[in-house]
């Protein structure tokens, strides 16, 4: 057998002695390879990070311009004029949020999955419909020229922003795409963003629902499942709507009226949800010691890192104003040059969604149609086509309860709906002049309170395209081709509802007034009013005001409207002798009434609330469902009025067959609170609000990312106080996006608070500024801070 060469005692030994240089030697290059590739990937992170200091020459400015940073990074920007100021806005914001006013201008236009790919090519179809990149770029058409020149100075900035950095934005990295330039049209689709959010995706699906409900039940029983709720109305104008009559059993009878029919199983009825809103509220200077208004803002929309709003002071000469500069401080949305909510020093203004009615099905069997090949580009895969049915009216979008097509009229849809006209609130000097612009501004129609230096404080509804009705129910799909039938114009300037002469004013996307005025303005989902009522209520227990008791009040999580449910929660469960629902009864006995996130009693009887609302309204739902399939109760339309009346009366009539009796019915829903949460870990007794309500605040890629990598550009998972129907809006990912209190003329004393931070690259010393005291509840100061970085912008 051959058993090779042994090799000499020497050479063995040498060999072994080589074995741990080599191994050294590997592992210093593959150390010096990671060193290597973490350096390049610092470096191509790094490079898009924004210039912060020294000079950098441009094109398309007037004279030189300065943006000064403070160490949260408000960007304070000083020019010569206001086009220079546009023009170096849209510096900062093409250098620190392209890729956001990139998503923004794309979810509008329909046009995401040309970034991202397949996933989104749903969202894609859903917006195509509309048309709004047509729609914006005739509206940019037909601006004044003022305007339009301006927004050819900020889209000028935002690419010189862009330009000047030297890698794209980290997210385009990862996307491996590249970003395209900014357009003046994409402007206005920033503004068309704000349309689909705050008209809910411009979908119209409460007039649909109405309609089908309509179609299902008497009139009578519609009218009584969606009244408004009395009690919690708190409008500044009119009075609380009466109690909506009880439906008798010659009405409906759910208890015979399917004999013959196989129950179906219980309908899903989904929880309420938060939906875009606000709160507003203003004192006049009656009420502080300085003799100026206040004004306070918390604007409630998606939360995400960053968040919506970019914190700015702009600064240029202006004759009319304090000392010849005009300095207005509040937030900018990125993708536009205006000042969205804040001061000018003369003036400070906020806004709420107002729930007006903003669109119409329009019954369209005979109109004659014009087809539009939509072509959706996807990321990595073939293009989509979409036909795009448009009439006069607008898109055929839906089908009546008799089958016939359905063409959605919505001022989102009209040209005329968008314009830079807010921008002359910066100018306005007192609450008149603001009042007299508010008619004119291009964006959807929202609630606006006003507050000036001298004192005075008023309300009006700003937005330039509120339909004039003329001879259709605009509740329900209606028939338009009669003369004389349909949208008869716009709502004259002179003729907007307006209150002044107030001491104290509210807004909470309730109903705000009555008569004439609600007939012009429509229901298109009012808030319940609870939200609205706290806030008028905590301004009533006060006699006086700085801006820091504006906080208290948007800080107020008391659960003042769950309070009569845990009452009915504890009069059920002591009619009950289940002995599994004791530790229910015990945890809720003592009521904390605040949504705080230690709290377990909150959390148990918001879930009994929950259950009930969800076993009340099912046979209803069932109804409707089969004859039309797919319905579910659309979040716009409150049910609070309704499901409380019946639990209290108790209607043999209108409780579902599966319950022997309305107690039965309350016994299942406390008995299920125990069922779904008293399973998990440690029971009920480990169920905390603050466990439910745990921030999700995210970056819109960050879900693609590997969990480490994730924590890097998001913000902390932590419980967070607050919940919906009360002063506090909160949800994981859902809130204040920011909360400002604000004393024109004494800017130096008011607050603004935003989450998410002004930055979303991790390598930035802004990203999650300011969040901390977001979350705590802390006053963060409305200007800006120290000087921490100056860049010179030279023509």
């Given at each position: 057998?051959n058993?090779?060469?042994?090799l000499?005692?020497?050479?063995?030994?040498?060999?072994?002695?080589?074995?741990?240089?080599?191994?050294g030697t590997?592992l210093?290059l593959?150390?010096?390879?990671?060193?290597?590739v973490?350096?390049?990937?610092?470096?191509q992170?790094?490079?898009?990070?924004?210039?912060?200091d020294?000079?950098?020459?441009v094109?398309?400015?007037?004279?030189?311009?300065?943006?000064t940073?403070?160490?949260?990074?408000?960007?304070?920007?000083e020019?010569a004029?206001r086009?220079?100021v546009?023009?170096?806005?849209?510096f900062?914001?093409g250098?620190?949020?392209?890729?956001?006013m990139?998503?923004?201008?794309?979810?509008?236009?329909?046009?995401?999955?040309?970034?991202?790919?397949?996933?989104?090519?749903?969202?894609?179809?859903?917006?195509?419909?509309?048309?709004?990149r047509?729609?914006?770029?005739?509206?940019?058409?037909?601006?004044?020229?003022?305007?339009r020149?301006?927004?050819?100075?900020?889209?000028d900035g935002v690419?010189?922003?862009l330009?000047?950095?030297?890698?794209?934005p980290f997210?385009?990295?990862?996307?491996?795409?590249?970003?395209?330039?900014?357009?003046?049209?994409?402007?206005?689709?920033?503004?068309a963003?704000m349309?689909?959010?705050?008209?809910?995706?411009?979908?119209?699906?409460?007039?649909?629902?109405?309609a089908q409900l309509?179609?299902?039940?008497p009139?009578?029983v519609?009218?009584?499942?969606?009244?408004?709720d009395?009690?919690?109305?708190?409008p500044?104008?009119?009075?609380?709507?009466p109690?909506?009559?009880?439906p008798?059993s010659?009405d409906?009878?759910?208890?015979h009226?399917?004999?013959?029919?196989?129950?179906?199983p219980a309908?899903s009825v989904?929880?309420?949800?938060g939906?875009?809103g606000?709160?507003?509220?203003?004192?006049s200077?009656?009420?502080?010691?300085?003799?100026?208004?206040?004004?306070?803002?918390?604007?409630?929309?998606g939360l995400?890192?960053?968040?919506?709003?970019?914190?700015?002071?702009?600064?240029y000469?202006?004759?009319?104003?304090?000392?010849?500069?005009?300095?207005?401080?509040?937030?900018?949305?990125p993708?536009t040059?205006?000042?969205v909510?804040?001061?000018?020093?003369q003036?400070g203004?906020a806004f709420?969604?107002s729930?007006?009615?903003?669109?119409?099905?329009?019954?369209?069997?005979?109109?004659?149609?014009?087809?539009?090949d939509?072509v959706?580009?996807v990321?990595g895969?073939a293009?989509?086509?979409?036909?795009?049915?448009?009439?006069?009216?607008?898109?055929?979008?839906?089908r009546?309860a008799?089958?016939?097509?359905?063409a959605?009229?919505?001022?989102?849809?009209?040209?005329?709906a968008?314009?830079m006209?807010?921008?002359?609130?910066?100018?306005?000097?007192?609450?008149?002049a603001?009042?007299?612009?508010?008619?004119?501004?291009?964006?959807?129609?929202q609630?606006?309170?006003?507050?000036?230096?001298?004192?005075?404080?008023?309300?009006?509804?700003?937005?330039?395209s509120?339909?004039?009705?003329?001879?259709?129910?605009a509740?329900?799909?209606?028939?338009w081709?009669?003369?004389?039938?349909?949208?008869?114009?716009?709502?004259?300037p002179?003729?907007?509802?307006?209150?002044?002469?107030?001491?104290?004013?509210?807004?909470?996307?309730?109903?705000?007034?009555a008569?004439?005025?609600?007939?012009v303005l429509?229901?298109?989902g009012?808030?319940?009013?609870?939200?609205?009522?706290?806030?008028?209520?905590?301004l009533?227990?006060r006699?006086?005001f700085?801006p820091g008791?504006m906080?208290?009040?948007?800080?107020?999580?008391?659960?003042v409207?769950?309070?009569?449910?845990?009452?009915?929660?504890?009069?059920?469960?002591?009619?009950s002798?289940?002995?599994?629902?004791s530790?229910l009864?015990?945890l809720?006995?003592r009521?904390?009434?605040?949504a705080?996130?230690?709290?377990?009693?909150y959390?148990?009887?918001?879930?009994f609330?929950?259950?009930?609302?969800?076993?009340?309204?099912?046979p209803?739902v069932?109804?409707?469902?089969?004859?039309?399939?797919g319905?579910a109760?659309?979040?716009?339309?409150?049910?609070?009025?309704?499901?409380?009346?019946?639990?209290?009366?108790?209607?043999p009539?209108l409780?579902?067959?599966?319950?022997?009796d309305?107690?039965?019915l309350?016994?299942?829903?406390?008995?299920?609170?125990v069922?779904d949460?008293?399973?998990?870990?440690?029971?009920?007794?480990?169920r905390?609000w603050?466990?439910?309500?745990?921030?999700?605040?995210?970056?819109?890629?960050?879900?693609?990312?590997?969990?480490?990598l994730?924590r890097?550009?998001?913000?902390p998972?932590?419980?967070?106080?607050?919940?919906r129907?009360?002063?506090?809006?909160?949800?994981p990912?859902?809130?204040a996006?920011?909360?400002?209190?604000?004393?024109p003329?004494h800017?130096?004393?008011?607050?603004?608070?935003?989450?998410?931070g002004q930055?979303?690259h991790p390598?930035?010393?802004?990203?999650?500024?300011?969040h901390?005291d977001?979350?705590?509840?802390?006053?963060?100061?409305?200007?800006?801070?120290q000087?921490?970085?100056t860049?010179?912008?030279?023509p």
């Open positions: 057998m058993r090779g060469v042994a000499p005692a020497s050479t063995a030994s040498r060999r072994r002695r080589r074995w741990p240089k080599v191994v590997l210093v593959v150390l010096l390879l990671v060193a290597g973490a350096c390049y990937g610092w470096w992170l790094s490079g898009s990070l924004p210039q912060l020294g000079h950098r020459r094109a398309g400015l007037g004279a030189r311009t300065t943006i940073r403070d160490a949260l990074g408000t960007a304070t920007v020019g004029n086009r220079d546009a023009f170096a806005l849209g900062v914001h250098q620190e949020r392209y890729f956001q990139d998503l923004q201008r794309r979810v509008a236009a329909g046009e995401l999955s040309e970034l991202v790919g397949a996933g989104a090519i749903d969202r894609d179809l859903d917006v195509r419909r509309h048309r709004l047509s729609v914006a770029q005739a509206a940019l058409a037909q601006l004044p020229e003022d305007q020149s301006m927004l050819d100075a900020y889209r690419n010189a922003g330009a000047a950095l030297r890698v794209p997210e385009y990295l990862l996307l491996r795409q590249k970003p395209t330039p900014w357009r003046s049209e994409d402007s206005l689709l920033s503004t963003a349309y689909l959010d705050l008209n809910a995706n411009g979908e119209n699906e409460r007039e649909m629902a109405l309509q179609a299902t039940f009139r009578v519609v009218s009584f499942l969606t009244a408004p009395g009690r919690w109305e708190s500044m104008q009119g009075v609380a709507s109690p909506a009559y009880m008798e010659t409906l009878d759910l208890r009226a399917d004999a013959g029919i196989t129950p179906a309908a989904s929880p309420e949800a939906k875009p606000s709160n507003s509220f203003a004192v200077g009656k009420l502080t010691g300085s003799g100026a208004a206040i004004v306070a803002g918390d604007m409630h929309l995400r890192t960053p968040d919506i709003w970019f914190r700015a002071r702009l600064r000469p202006d004759a009319s104003a304090p000392g010849g500069m005009r300095d207005l401080n509040g937030v900018t949305l993708g040059p205006a000042l909510a804040g001061s000018n020093g003036v203004w709420t969604n729930y007006g009615d903003w669109a119409d099905w329009v019954r369209v069997p005979n109109e004659k149609v014009t087809h539009y939509e959706i580009h990321q895969a293009d989509r086509h979409l036909d795009v049915a448009q009439t006069r009216f607008g898109p055929i979008l839906a009546d008799d089958g016939a097509p359905l959605l009229s919505w001022i989102g849809q009209l040209p005329r968008y314009n006209a807010l921008m002359k609130l910066e100018q306005a000097p007192n609450v008149d603001a009042l007299a612009i508010a008619p004119l501004a291009g964006i959807p129609p609630n606006a309170l006003f507050g000036d230096t001298r004192g005075h404080v008023a309300w009006t509804i700003v937005g330039n509120i339909p004039v009705r003329s001879d259709y129910n509740l329900l799909p209606s028939d081709s009669m003369p004389g039938s349909g949208w008869a114009g716009f709502l004259a002179g003729d907007y509802p307006r209150i002044t002469g107030r001491d104290r004013l509210w807004t909470a996307n309730n109903r705000v007034v008569g004439r005025d609600l007939a429509g229901d298109g009012h808030d319940v009013g609870a939200r609205a009522q706290q806030i008028a209520d905590d009533e227990a006699a006086s700085a008791d906080l208290s009040i948007q800080l107020d999580d008391r659960a409207f769950l309070t009569r449910w845990q009452q009915l929660l504890q009069a059920t469960l002591k009619r002798n289940d002995e599994g629902l530790q009864r015990v809720t006995e009521w904390s009434a605040r705080d996130v230690g709290n377990v009693d959390r148990l009887v918001r879930a609330r929950d259950n009930v609302r969800a076993a009340v309204l099912a209803f069932e109804r409707v469902a089969r004859r039309f399939p319905f109760w659309p979040h716009d339309i409150s049910t609070e009025a309704a499901v409380w009346a019946m639990v209290q009366q108790q209607p009539n409780l579902d067959p599966r319950y022997a309305w107690n039965d309350l016994r299942a829903a406390a008995q299920k609170v069922d949460l008293g399973s998990q870990p440690g029971g009920l007794a480990a905390t603050g466990e439910a309500n745990t921030a999700a605040i995210v970056h819109p890629l960050s879900r693609a990312l590997p969990p480490f994730a890097l550009i998001d913000m998972r932590e419980p967070l106080p607050g919940d129907d009360m002063p506090r809006v909160q949800a990912a859902f809130g996006s920011e909360r400002f209190g604000i004393m003329g800017e130096g004393i008011s607050y603004l608070q935003m989450p998410g930055s979303d390598l930035s010393p802004f990203h999650g500024s300011g901390r977001w979350v705590e509840g802390r006053a963060t100061p409305l200007l800006p801070g000087t921490a970085h860049l010179e912008l030279d």
